[in-house]
């Protein structure tokens, strides 16, 4: 019964706190080739792509997923949208409460072929320092290059779709952040250029196959779901009802068998009180 009356308060106490899932612009498929076709659930191949990280080494990509990946695709001399979902990451990092490095690893990957590594490092340098209020280990957000195919590879496996600008330089594409389990199966995707930090945590535990959670994450599993329309966490209003009315249940319960004098038999039956000398 107490322990009961915990989750059912909990669950009433995660009701009444401000909603934290913000409204997002779904990056869907256009008829241009330009957005993300979700691939929720499939794998990609980890142990075939291999790429060049900042430091100029070639690394295959499965050495990586030892913990959940966030997964975002950029190119570093974009002018327009990628610095500005690098930084709402730095940010969304800083504010959160979940440990990079540690709760999962961020791998940034130029798809532009002809980036090098040095481009890589530049921008590892700046985004790192973006990140206020948390110290950032060296392995916690690494930036990598490819060529041609192996980028192809990946961006196809998330569904990462993107064309070359009409001034034959840049490219036009939209910004996402994509969360992968450490083996590499696809797990959520979600808006980056406004990134909600509880958001953003919740994907991060999403990803987090066979750890365990605390009572407090799994109450608000119940009140938020994810919504794939809006790729954001939904608060369930009829889940939130539902708590309320467990709660009030147990309370009243509790308070029936608890006060002062209670016996079972002295509950009235369920036809109401006998009226004084009617027979029984």
Same mark, same amino acid.
């Given at each position: 019964?107490?322990?009961?009356?915990?989750?059912?308060?909990?669950?009433?106490?995660?009701?009444?706190?401000p909603g934290t899932a913000q409204e997002s612009?779904?990056?869907?498929?256009?008829? #241009?080739?330009?957005?993300?076709?979700?691939r929720l659930g499939e794998q990609i191949p980890?142990?075939? *792509?291999?790429?060049?990280?900042?430091?100029?080494?070639?690394?295959?990509?499965?050495?990586?997923?030892?913990?959940?990946?966030?997964?975002?695709?950029?190119?570093?001399?974009?002018? #327009?949208?990628?610095?500005?979902?690098?930084?709402?990451?730095?940010?969304?990092?800083?504010?959160?409460?979940?440990?990079?490095?540690?709760?999962?690893?961020? &791998?940034?990957?130029?798809?532009?072929?002809?980036?090098?590594?040095?481009?890589?490092?530049?921008?590892?340098?700046?985004?790192?320092?973006?990140?206020?209020?948390?110290?950032?280990?060296?392995?916690?957000?690494?930036?990598?290059?490819?060529?041609?195919?192996?980028?192809?590879?990946?961006?196809?496996?998330?569904?990462?779709?993107?064309?070359?600008?009409?001034?034959?330089?840049?490219?036009?594409?939209?910004?996402?952040?994509?969360?992968?389990?450490?083996?590499?199966?696809?797990?959520?995707?979600?808006?980056?250029?406004?990134?909600?930090?509880?958001?953003?945590?919740?994907?991060?535990?999403?990803?987090?196959?066979?750890?365990?959670?605390?009572?407090?994450?799994?109450?608000?599993?119940?009140?938020?779901?994810?919504?794939?329309?809006?790729?954001?966490?939904?608060?369930?209003?009829?889940?939130?009802?539902?708590?309320?009315? *467990?709660?009030?249940? &147990?309370?009243?319960?509790?308070?029936?068998?608890?006060?002062?004098?209670?016996?079972?038999?002295?509950?009235?039956?369920?036809?109401?009180?006998?009226?004084?000398?009617?027979?029984?």
């Open positions: 019964m107490k322990k009961l009356l915990t989750l059912a308060a909990l669950l009433a106490v995660t009701a009444t706190a612009v779904p990056a869907t498929d256009t008829p #241009g080739g330009v957005g993300v076709n979700e980890i142990n075939d *792509l291999s790429f060049t990280d900042e430091q100029g080494n070639k690394v295959l990509l499965a050495d990586f997923f030892d913990r959940p990946i966030v997964f975002i695709p950029v190119y570093y001399r974009c002018p #327009g949208i990628c610095t500005p979902v690098l930084q709402e990451m730095a940010s969304v990092i800083g504010k959160s409460d979940i440990t990079p490095g540690v709760d999962y690893r961020v &791998l940034t990957v130029s798809f532009e072929p002809t980036e090098t590594h040095d481009l890589a490092q530049l921008k590892k340098t700046n985004m790192i320092a973006e990140v206020k209020g948390r110290e950032m280990p060296e392995d916690a957000w690494r930036f990598f290059v490819g060529d041609a195919e192996n980028v192809r590879r990946l961006t196809d496996a998330v569904g990462f779709l993107y064309k070359r600008d009409s001034n034959g330089v840049d490219y036009v594409h939209t910004g996402t952040v994509i969360f992968l389990d450490k083996t590499g199966k696809i797990v959520r995707y979600l808006d980056g250029v406004q990134m909600n930090p509880a958001d953003f945590k919740m994907a991060v535990i999403d990803a987090q196959h066979g750890m365990p959670r605390s009572v407090m994450q799994a109450v608000k599993k119940l009140c938020y779901t994810f919504s794939p329309e809006s790729r954001t966490y939904v608060l369930q209003v009829n889940r939130i009802i539902l708590g309320f009315t *467990l709660l009030f249940v &147990l309370g009243f319960g509790a308070f029936l068998l608890l006060k002062p004098g209670a016996k079972p038999g002295d509950m009235p039956p369920a036809g109401g009180v006998p009226a004084e000398g009617a027979k029984s």
